[in-house]
């Protein structure tokens, strides 16, 4: 259940990737991959989003990836107009596209920026152009305009050094200089030789994910041996696929280093670091359960019952907490800001506290229960009028199988409330028959009978002679009766039968020596004669039985 969920998890990031990760630049897949539009906080005052450094990157990206130059040139801070400034916006983005490798995610989203430059809190780094005579870095400016509010906009000390990186970037890459044209033609923000190298590299990494899963499988294996003594590891085959999707994600990473354009370049990044946190995850918490299903089997062979819960609960929690921790880094790799979005968690917690209180009232009942340790895996107990031993102890229910061999299984919320009587704690059993002897036994064979079961009971090595009593203690109209108490030493109940079945033939034979008998059920018969009215003779009569 849990792997089929972090499945899905999987497939609705990798279709969510699109919408949290920029879209690429080129014409021919800007149509299918453009974000939506910017939100009111990131948009702000202004139609075009320059209100915030991302804003403005990403809409000057945008606008340059439609050749919409006349709309890229209101994201400088240029006194050129026209032909000129639309030229400047296009070497710009030649350079972006070439040069730069700019995180559009963790671009600040706040009107006032990162503030990380202190003495120039108008001024945001946003990324550094690598060129053959040096870097080139890439700056922000916030400016206002009028009485409009201020926007950023790619500072004037920037556009100066964009026409002599131009040159250096415009270079063709020495491959495609002797490739045929239709070979460098753009698909995806990729060139169209370089898309056919990634088709290639699938079926080598699904076949790479399989010998990784192999060579995983033999490590645990070995080391399954070590532990419990078995070689076989049945669950080793659900790492293949994780193990698929971490190389994909490494594959799209490294493919996006050769992407065209700076939103390839995110964008295959994000697919890549997307895929490889899924991948790792969903591999951890598989490692996790082998891990955990290991433990539990060395336990049962050490007949470690108490701890066999707590190794289960380890697993699960452990399982929990990776998947929570995975799905925050792919948040954080999103942009998100975690601190908002903890404090957003809390509140909601509080509402999911009260809408789920039976799910978190049965949480909290079985880490009780796994902690205190009332119950363990394998005691046998009755719980209300149920009967049984314990097979398993969840975060949501324990579950019971019984003498029937049915299972019964319990919310631990509500067995934390429950009278529990637990068997297997016993540290002795009680021995407490009643024997009626026959109403004819007379006082010597009586005496006899006592003193015989006595002797009997403390020189028994299983039973307690300190607490073992033997008490002649009423007459009945048919009997007369002796009660046996004690308390014998067993580490089960089937050796407490046996040495029960011990004891109790041992008293039948000194019932039996003595002379004497138990008593047995007695039933007289009266018959009376009463004359018949109706009879033709004062002699003839009719007989009455009666019972006692």
Request: hydrophobic share 45%; with cysteine; net charge neutral.
């Amino acid at each position: 259940m849990f792997a089929r969920s972090l499945k899905r998890l999987v497939l609705l990031a990798v279709l969510l990737v699109p919408a949290v990760s920029p879209p690429m630049a080129h014409a021919q897949a800007s149509s299918a991959l453009l974000p939506a539009a910017p939100s009111r906080d990131e948009s702000g005052d202004d139609p075009m989003g320059r209100s915030t450094p991302r804003g403005t990157v990403l809409g000057f990206m945008k606008a340059t990836g439609r050749e919409d130059y006349d709309r890229a040139a209101s994201f400088l801070d240029t006194r050129q107009h026209g032909a000129l400034a639309r030229e400047l916006a296009r070497q710009l983005q030649t350079i972006l596209d070439r040069e730069t490798s700019i995180d559009l995610a963790h671009l600040s989203r706040q009107p006032e920026g990162s503030l990380a430059n202190a003495q120039s809190p108008n001024r945001e780094l946003v990324g550094v152009a690598h060129t053959s005579s040096g870097k080139v870095e890439i700056w922000l400016s916030r400016v206002q305009r009028g009485d409009n509010p201020p926007i950023w906009l790619f500072s004037s000390e920037t556009l100066r050094l964009v026409p002599e990186a131009y040159e250096q970037a415009a270079n063709i890459s020495a491959i495609e200089q002797h490739l045929p044209g239709w070979l460098t033609a753009t698909f995806f923000s990729l060139s169209l030789w370089r898309l056919c190298i990634v088709v290639i590299s699938l079926p080598l990494t699904l076949l790479g994910g399989s010998l990784l899963a192999r060579l995983v499988a033999l490590l645990l294996a070995l080391l399954s041996s070590r532990i419990v003594g078995r070689t076989e590891v049945d669950r080793a085959q659900v790492l293949v696929t994780p193990l698929r999707l971490i190389l994909f994600g490494a594959l799209f990473a490294v493919v996006g280093n050769y992407s065209s354009s700076l939103l390839g370049r995110n964008f295959w990044h994000s697919l890549g670091n997307v895929l490889g946190v899924f991948g790792v995850t969903w591999l951890a918490t598989r490692l996790v359960a082998i891990a955990s299903d290991l433990a539990v089997a060395r336990l049962r062979q050490i007949q470690s019952w108490d701890k066999i819960a707590l190794a289960g609960l380890l697993g699960r929690l452990s399982q929990i907490g990776l998947a929570t921790v995975g799905v925050l880094f792919v948040l954080y790799l999103a942009g998100v800001n975690l601190t908002a979005a903890l404090t957003g968690l809390g509140i909601g917690g509080i509402a999911v506290a009260f809408a789920a209180q039976r799910t978190l009232e049965n949480l909290f009942g079985g880490i009780m229960i796994i902690s205190d340790r009332p119950v363990r895996i394998g005691d046998i107990c009755k719980i209300g009028n149920v009967t049984g031993t314990v097979v398993d102890i969840g975060l949501r229910s324990t579950r019971i199988r019984t003498p029937e061999r049915t299972i019964v299984t319990i919310a631990n919320g509500q067995l934390a409330t429950m009278n529990l009587e637990n068997y297997t704690f016993r540290d002795k059993f009680w021995f407490h028959p009643l024997i009626s002897l026959s109403h004819d036994t007379t006082v010597d064979q009586l005496q006899t009978v006592l003193s015989r079961i006595r002797e009997r009971l403390n020189t028994h090595t299983n039973v307690e002679s300190i607490t073992s009593r033997v008490s002649f203690i009423s007459i009945g109209n048919a009997s007369q009766d002796i009660e046996i108490s004690a308390y014998v030493f067993a580490a089960s109940d089937t050796e407490f039968l046996r040495i029960q079945e011990e004891l109790l033939l041992g008293v039948l034979d000194i019932v039996e020596s003595a002379g004497t008998a138990l008593a047995l059920p007695t039933q007289v018969t009266h018959v009376l004669q009463q004359p018949d009215a109706d009879a033709q003779g004062p002699n003839d009569k009719t007989p009455i039985i009666g019972h006692r």
